[in-house]
């Protein structure tokens, strides 16, 4: 099991969903943000992450997408405000797509800490917005 799997099933506890493009999805933006270093808005869903989950699940590019969208609103719905202050570091009231969860997740896999502290407080330099931050 993947650490991305790890997560997830951290989040929804036992189902019986089928995660893995979503864990796919996690892991490839994490590759993309922090090993390529692309920023975050120039990462595109159509573009770069279905496709590839695709190929990796030998499914379509419409049913991965369908897959990731379910799987990112049932976590979003699983979490308690604990869960969010811990994979998200505080508390929103909505997210605007799955999209938000897959970087929410890749960023708590690669550091181990939540999205907004890592942008308060960056370990290292790295690339938000096409913006370095330091």
Same mark, same amino acid.
């Given at each position: 099991m993947?650490?991305e799997?790890i997560l997830?099933?951290?989040?929804?506890?036992?189902t019986? @969903?089928?995660? +893995?493009?979503?864990?796919c999805?996690?892991?490839?933006?994490?590759?993309?943000? $922090? &090993?390529?270093? /692309?920023?975050?808005?120039?990462?595109?869903?159509?573009?770069?992450? &279905?496709?590839?989950?695709?190929?990796?699940?030998?499914k379509?590019?419409?049913?991965?997408a @369908?897959q990731?969208e379910?799987?990112?609103?049932?976590?979003?719905?699983?979490?308690?405000?604990?869960?969010? #202050?811990? !994979?998200?570091?505080k508390? /929103? *009231?909505?997210?605007?797509?799955?999209?938000? #969860?897959? +970087?929410y997740?890749?960023? !708590?896999? !690669? $550091?181990? *800490?939540p !999205? &907004?502290?890592?942008?308060?407080?960056?370990?290292?330099s790295?690339?938000?917005? *096409?913006? &370095?931050?330091?």
């Amino acid at each position: 099991m993947t650490k991305e799997t790890i997560l997830i099933r951290s989040i929804l506890g036992p189902t019986r @969903r089928d995660i +893995f493009p979503m864990a796919c999805a996690v892991e490839i933006v994490k590759k993309l943000l $922090f &090993y390529r270093k /692309i920023p975050l808005d120039d990462i595109r869903m159509t573009k770069d992450i &279905y496709p590839a989950v695709a190929q990796q699940t030998k499914k379509s590019c419409q049913a991965v997408a @369908r897959q990731i969208e379910r799987t990112g609103n049932l976590c979003w719905e699983s979490m308690d405000e604990g869960q969010k #202050m811990q !994979y998200i570091g505080k508390t /929103i *009231k909505d997210i605007q797509g799955p999209r938000d #969860m897959i +970087f929410y997740l890749a960023f !708590y896999s !690669y $550091f181990h *800490k939540p !999205y &907004y502290e890592i942008l308060e407080n960056p370990p290292w330099s790295f690339c938000v917005n *096409k913006v &370095y931050i330091v």
